[in-house]
T-cell receptor, first 116, second 115 residues
Framework: AQKVTQAQTEISVVEKEDVTLDCVYETRDTTYYLFWYKQPPSGELVFLIRRNSFDEQNEISGRYSWNFQKSTSSFNFTITASQVVDSAVYFCALSAHGGSQGNLIFGKGTKLSVKP | GAGVSQTPSNKVTEKGKYVELRCDPISGHTALYWYRQSLGQGPEFLIYFQGTGAADDSGLPNDRFFAVRPEGSVSTLKIQRTERGDSAMYLC?????????????FGPGTRLTVT
């Protein structure tokens, strides 16, 4: 079965704090893809990153960084020096062959509130 | 460039009525997906089109739900005999390639409320 677990339902931080959003996935496939999406209050899901299962190299994009560890089936997302504009619901998603031809399996999301 | 657009943005209907939700994907994207998102949950897959054909409709909850994409571009999600439990945000996404690796670009959604 394919599954994505985001154990943190809500996180609240003060601006400039670093914050890590956890994501744990389950799949029996050896080839799969992991994604992070941001859903701001306006509602539209915004693509942030995609990783494939063969590339465990961590990635940094500005204040965002992602830590992919196959040994723990985790794909965590860190925001450094958080800003109020980072307030949103963040979804981790999995795309594996056991599913459809690319349909995403989403976690329940983590609501991040960044206070000034 | 233009992103994925969905119309209407909001739809209120009475229980038992028929509704149609429209999705205009990004031009040139061959793959199109429909998802449903309930409050406080992540989106759940409904159906996937590659071109004009439904490559996978395993997520449709029952036969009241149907979707078409006759010319390989615009798609319409149709719900017959709506029920209160159908109330949710319906999201459409398109991808240039589809497949497991394809980035999906989402529209703003249609919020359906069944009274």
């Amino acid at each position: 079965a394919q599954k994505v677990t985001q154990a943190q339902t809500e996180i609240s931080v003060v601006e400039k704090e670093d914050v890590t959003l956890d994501c744990v996935y389950e799949t029996r496939d050896t080839t799969y893809y992991l994604f992070w999406y941001k859903q701001p209050p306006s509602g539209e899901l915004v693509f942030l990153i995609r990783r494939n299962s063969f590339d465990e190299q961590n990635e940094i994009s500005g204040r965002y960084s992602w830590n992919f560890q196959k040994s723990t089936s985790s794909f965590n997302f860190t925001i450094t020096a958080s800003q109020v504009v980072d307030s949103a619901v963040y979804f981790c998603a999995l795309s594996a062959h056991g599913g459809s031809q690319g349909n995403l399996i989403f976690g329940k999301g983590t609501k991040l509130s960044v206070k000034p | 460039g233009a992103g994925v657009s969905q119309t209407p943005s909001n739809k209120v209907t009475e229980k038992g009525k028929y509704v149609e939700l429209r999705c205009d994907p990004i031009s040139g994207h061959t793959a199109l997906y429909w998802y449903r998102q309930s409050l406080g949950q992540g989106p759940e897959f409904l159906i996937y089109f590659q071109g004009t054909g439904a490559a996978d409709d395993s997520g449709l909850p029952n036969d009241r739900f149907f979707a078409v994409r006759p010319e390989g571009s615009v798609s319409t999600l149709k719900i017959q005999r709506t029920e209160r439990g159908d109330s949710a945000m319906y999201l459409c996404a398109s991808s240039p390639t589809g497949g497991r690796w394809g980035e999906q670009y989402f529209g703003p959604g249609t919020r359906l409320t069944v009274t």
